[in-house]
């Protein structure tokens, strides 16, 4: 059951004050008893991060290469992707560095100050950019997904493309995902899938029937406003907080940084990851690059396990620093519990 965080008063990067509910929830060990890895969800994920409904229960899981028997798993979710019921009708007054900002609070809210990982696919391994540069004492590893620390140009065209359908269709949300299919994956992947195959009944391409299937699939479970967030947020990505200076920011990172590409992602490329690393290794130590060999595209950070999994399991077979989890740490002293009315625990502020 997820639980929320009230934060009153946050004052976002248009300089407005708002009250955020930041819903989370855990899996596995216990925070007080077991390292902790927090969890960052795509564009239309949730803190449903594993079991049955889990968006990434092949990774996350007792037994798999992020193993609940050993860790304690904590996924927030997005304020304003509709899981609470939260939305923002100003959502372009945040930017993601707000997000970052917003899970460092619930950390501090919930008491957690040590973070054995901090792991995101897509939207999530930016976010997970962004919070390791705004507290890089946090995470002992930092392991972006199919990701990027910036907002290139092609992401922003590709974003741009999605605000106009999502602003301008009818059909807004549906149209949008189709687009998106388009980029998640590649040419070859949807070769190598449908063939150019036509359905029996109705001699459509099969390709047509698939990504038809995928845009009702999301209008019927994600909302126009949580969209027009998340894709927007896409647009703010930069962790050098607008002075171009990504490397240097970057480079305080104390944690190993373990970047991790498809080698034919259309949306965060290859090419700007690889060139990221070759930069930063060369003024920081510990950091890696892997890379998913896919047709897939974006989505083969969902598809490819297997390689994900050997690039990740020895990170997570790792001698665990004893830092990394204090059994007596408490939530901060400046914060009030309260159980609402529907059962979530809510945190409050206290204003100074």
Known sequence: MAKTILIKNFSNSAGNSVDIRLSYQFYGRKPEEAPVILVNHALTGNSIVTGKNGWWKDLIGEDKC????????????????GYNGQYFENYKHF???????????????IGINKLFAIIGGSIGGALAWELAVLRPELAEHVIPVASDYKSTDWLVANCRIQDH??????????????????FYRTPQSLSQKFQGKRNSQNRSFEVENWLLHHGEKLKNRFTLRAYKLLNHLLTTIDISNGSGEYLEAASRIQGEIHIVTVNSDLFFLAEENRKTYRELVAIKQNVYLHEINSIHGHDAFLIETEQLTDFLKPVFESKINPTHYNPKSQPSSEVNFNEDKAGYTTLHKIES
């Open 95 to 109: 930017k993601l560095k707000d997000i970052a900002r917003i899970q460092a609070l619930g950390l501090d809210e």
């Open 165 to 182: 359908i999502l602003n301008n269709s009818i059909n807004p949300v549906s149209d949008a995902r189709m687009h998106a299919m388009t």
């Open 66 to 81: 992020i193993d609940l028997r050993k860790f304690c798993v904590l996924a927030f979710n997005i304020p304003g992707n």
